[in-house]
């Protein structure tokens, strides 16, 4: 614990000092003002990536040759009939080229029966022939159509991947190179193709990463208003709080200047804010907002007491020094531990994220003392009853009620429907409810703080101790079946309703699947491939992959081999197999290289040493692409000739961002509840302390992994620093309340009294701090962005269990184990305030 003198010293250095240091605070925003324009909202794909990873190792290496797993498909879909007629065969085209001219895409990575990199082998009068499927000579008439029909049925290795099973669909692919990506361009790119395209026959539906990152961004502006109302609430909350506009000012500078500091600090650093990580700067904001109410009310109640005005500046914030730099310093450690995850995105929210945390000493440690020292103190201790009571509404309360009805109303009269409509309702219910709550809203707190104090009394506190054991016990039931990775790519993020959801599941609907597997079979030589024993073991891996868990068909060189084999023995179905003769394998693998314009990188390379084995999957959920390696793993245990590369592919990608989440995660919360620990022990010099201050730390987490299985929201790489934040910082309500009751004990020197007096006094803040929080992650509940809906429920959650701890947990037990160090922790470290003045 810091030592009395020096915290007095410290804050009588900052009132005599005021202006300078004012001035010095004031320069330092300044300079961060100045990044601000620095920070960018977007999304850096390879920021996802965990990139030493051996599968994203594998990935760079060779995305160039089977190319980015960063994909976006279009889907044309007939409503009626088939897709061979020259009307949709030319759409196709047509959007085929759409995409070819796309600003971003992998040039030689677009796949469509209409692209010339799809190709099939065809019998013609001089022999075999490697040959596209209808490029350049668009069908015209149904007999062309025809033919391309019989193209498509022909060759295995295009029906089901780029035209439907039923072939009332057709698929066009395209990677983007993600440091290329523009979403608000490809967003007006795509919109014009489907106003182009879509017709009473025809729909377009686009599915893919590029796409469901381009949704994402669609929800910027909802955020905005998410926001607005956030603030809006946060304000109402404060006024009917501490009735007074210095009430509302001072809390919300304080957010703003840590809000300030924290993303110009990402800004220095170069780091993008990732629109999915909106939620965070939003709970850490109410953070600072936490502390200085807590500092606030704390400072009124001694100036009511003591009356004199810099004395209740030096007694407030002496007492709230010691808890407010073991909170900040445990949530800004806590913070900053989930940079040991290793990927980019985590690691840059952690660093800023933390640095946020920290600049709370500067905004309510710092320059509260100063602000309150500048503002005209509380009326007194009777003024003070009076702004608290249940009468009279506060003069110009009525008015600005009215004005804020009347703003909400015009936004429901123009705006209607979405997040804003929704938003809209909400506001204007709580407009309807705004002057109960301002009547009766110090009875509520009262009310509710006189009811945790008796849960707490007599016999209670046992059943409040058995009820945590409890909790702790039946919880994990659910939380250790927590589950890493995505059921699929936008359900995490985006309703099932969506669009871009019904669009990924027509596509696994229709096709043999949107997930790809690609494993590497090197030949461990140049011109390997021209082997039979090579080759058959390409073809053995594809047989093998696709007795895989959940796999719907394989793609590979031998396909194509296979096929033109059967064409050149007059189509007869037994000579579809790979050649022994050395001559016949080595010229149909150079028909297919010199004919293939492209497409021959997808199944091997131009040195003949390394074919990829190409796996589709309908669904990528972590049993799925962890089922999937292990069984690839298998087959090199079974042929040795060869060897395995893994893996690329969307499954290589997620298995590496997963396999790191799952790791970084148990340790992520393990090295969090070690820090916070031995935090707690260092500041109040007691080991109980410690442990009992832990006790709602955990309930909270494993209420919140409980709740993630419940609602089947999925823990991955967008949640864990969400996961992390709440878990972070869920100690402060139980160290402000711990510190208030040594206090109190210090003065009466009784324990239960001294416990009841500290509820009846911090707790109510505390209750209200609280309430702060919740308002501050509530709205998100009604963002038409699933992500965001789910990640504020679950800081909610974390945010009232906290509070249940903080204020029942850590009491009940304190009664109930009665730690001897409670009544010595201030005398032995601390000596009394001067009466005097400064």
């Not at 614990?1 to 300044?30: D, G, H, K, N, S």
């Not at 799809?118 to 019998?123: E, K, L, Q, S």
């Not at 893919?208 to 994402?216: E, I, K, M």
Request: glycine share 6%; proline share 4%.
């Amino acid at each position: 614990m810091i030592p009395q003198t020096w915290i007095e010293a410290y804050l009588r250095f900052l009132l005599r000092r005021r202006r300078a240091v004012t001035l010095v605070v004031a320069a330092l925003t300044l300079l961060f003002c100045h990044q601000l324009p620095n920070l960018h909202l977007r999304a850096n794909f390879f920021d996802f990536y965990p990139r030493q990873h051996e599968y994203i190792r594998f990935y760079n290496e060779f995305r160039r040759m089977f190319g980015s797993a960063n994909i976006m498909s279009v889907i044309l879909e007939v409503t009626e009939g088939d897709i061979y007629t020259p009307e949709t065969l030319q759409k196709l085209d047509r959007i085929t080229k759409h995409m070819v001219y796309t600003r971003g895409v992998v040039p030689y990575q677009i796949a469509s029966i209409a692209h010339p990199s799809i190709r099939g082998a065809v019998a013609t009068a001089n022999g075999i022939s490697i040959r596209e499927i209808f490029y350049p000579d668009v069908p015209k008439t149904q007999a062309d159509a025809e033919r391309v029909r019989l193209s498509v049925a022909m060759n295995p290795a295009v029906r089901g991947v780029f035209v439907a099973t039923d072939d009332t669909a057709a698929v066009v692919h395209t990677a983007f190179w993600e440091e290329e990506q523009d979403f608000a361009y490809l967003y007006d790119r795509m919109r014009e193709l489907k106003r182009t395209e879509e017709d009473a026959r025809h729909r377009i539906h686009i599915t893919g990463f590029p796409w469901l990152y381009t949704s994402v961004f669609r929800y910027v502006g909802e955020l905005a208003v998410v926001l607005a109302a956030t603030v809006l609430a946060i304000c109402f909350l404060l006024y009917t709080y501490f009735r007074t506009w210095a009430g509302i000012w001072v809390p919300l500078f304080s957010g703003l200047l840590s809000t300030i500091w924290g993303l110009a600090f990402a800004a220095f650093l170069g780091f993008d804010l990732n629109p999915l990580m909106l939620v965070i700067p939003i709970f850490l904001t109410a953070r600072a907002l936490s502390h200085s109410v807590q500092s606030m009310d704390r400072y009124h109640e001694e100036y009511a007491r003591l009356g004199d005005q810099d004395q209740a500046i030096v007694v407030s914030y002496s007492h709230l020094f010691a808890p407010a730099i073991a909170a900040i310093v445990t949530d800004g450690l806590a913070l900053l531990i989930a940079a040991v995850t290793p990927i980019p995105l985590v690691q840059k929210m952690a660093l800023f994220a933390s640095f946020w945390v920290v600049s709370i000493f500067v905004s309510v440690v710092t320059l509260h003392p100063i602000i309150l020292s500048y503002i005209s103190p509380p009326a007194g201790a009777e003024a003070r009853a009076w702004l608290h009571s249940a009468g009279e509404t506060a003069p110009g309360f009525k008015l600005a009620s009215l004005a804020a009805v009347a703003i909400v109303l015009l936004l429901a009269l123009f705006i209607n429907t979405g997040v804003v409509g929704r938003l809209s309702g909400g506001l204007l219910l709580a407009a309807a409810l705004a002057p109960y709550w301002l009547r009766y809203s110090e009875s509520l707190y009262a009310a509710l703080t006189g009811f945790v104090i008796k849960a707490t009394a007599g016999g209670q506190r046992w059943a409040i101790v058995i009820l945590t054991i409890a909790l702790a016990l039946v919880l994990p039931q659910w939380g250790w079946t927590l589950k890493v990775g995505d059921m699929t790519p936008g359900a995490a993020l985006l309703f099932p309703a969506h669009p871009y959801n019904v669009a990924y599941d027509l596509l696994n609907e229709k096709f043999l699947g949107a997930n790809q597997l690609i494993v590497m079979v090197d030949s461990l030589k140049p011109d390997g491939l021209k082997e039979s024993e090579a080759l058959r073991a390409v073809q053995e891996l594809g047989e093998h992959m696709r007795s895989a868990p959940g796999a719907q068909a394989t793609v590979s060189i031998t396909d194509v081999i296979r096929m033109a084999s059967r064409l050149w023995h007059d189509g007869d179905p037994k000579w579809a197999t790979i050649p022994s003769e050395f001559r016949e394998h080595s010229e149909l693998l150079f028909v297919f290289m010199m004919s293939g314009a492209g497409n021959s990188d997808r199944f091997v390379d131009r040195s003949s040493r390394y074919a990829s084995v190409t796996t589709l999957f309908n669904e990528h959920s972590h049993d799925t692409i962890m089922d999937a390696l292990s069984w690839a793993r298998k087959f090199e245990s079974i042929d040795e000739t060869v060897r395995l590369r893994l893996a690329g592919g969307i499954f290589g990608i997620l298995a590496a961002v997963n396999e790191a989440v799952e790791d970084s995660y148990w340790l992520n919360l393990a090295m969090i509840f070690i820090v916070i620990f031995l935090c707690v022990n260092l500041t109040y010099g007691s080991w109980t302390a410690a442990a009992m201050l832990m006790i709602p730390v955990v309930l909270s987490q494993l209420a919140a992994e409980a709740l993630m299985v419940w609602m089947h929201i999925d823990l991955n790489v967008n949640s864990l620093p969400v996961a992390a934040a709440g878990a972070g910082v869920g100690i402060d309500y139980g160290i402000y309340h711990f510190s208030r009751m040594i206090d109190v004990y210090d003065e009466i020197g009784e324990l239960d009294p001294a416990v009841d007096e500290a509820t009846a006094t911090t707790g109510k803040a505390i209750l209200f701090t609280a309430s702060t929080m919740v308002a501050a992650t509530i709205f998100w509940w009604l963002s038409a962005l699933k992500f965001q809906a789910e990640m504020g429920m679950l800081l909610a959650v974390l945010m009232v269990f906290n509070t249940f701890g903080g204020l029942v947990v850590v009491p009940a037990f304190v009664k109930v184990i009665r730690p001897r160090f409670l009544g010595c922790a201030r005398r032995r470290q601390c000596r009394p305030l001067p009466d005097g003045s400064l």
